[in-house]
């Protein structure tokens, strides 16, 4: 049996976030949980892929070749961001 590790992060507002994974669906009660949208990960015209991060003020990282690669640099730009107290602002 695979076991995965996740890191939460809670808030002095005692709010706990975290990078989304439907593996934790079943920890949060559904009427207290909200999920908000962090970022775009998206092709470029030539194949690469770019992360978005501006949803929450943050930069756009990429391009990078493979779209694992995006996505993967977008959730360490998150966690390093939590992990270092930061709360984003949420941008349209």
Do not use: N, Y
Not at 49 to 78: C, H, I, N, Y
């Amino acid at each position: 049996m695979k076991r995965e590790a996740f890191e939460l992060f809670i808030g002095t507002d005692g709010v706990i976030r975290t990078v989304h994974d439907d593996a934790l669906s079943g920890l949060f009660c559904e009427e207290q949980t909200t999920i908000r949208r962090a970022s775009h990960v998206e092709p470029t015209a030539d194949g690469r892929w770019t992360a978005d991060l501006s949803p929450v003020g943050g930069p756009v990282l990429g391009p990078f070749k493979m779209r694992r690669e995006a996505l993967a640099q977008e959730a360490k730009w998150l966690r390093d961001r939590l992990a270092s107290g930061a709360t984003f602002t949420e941008r349209s």
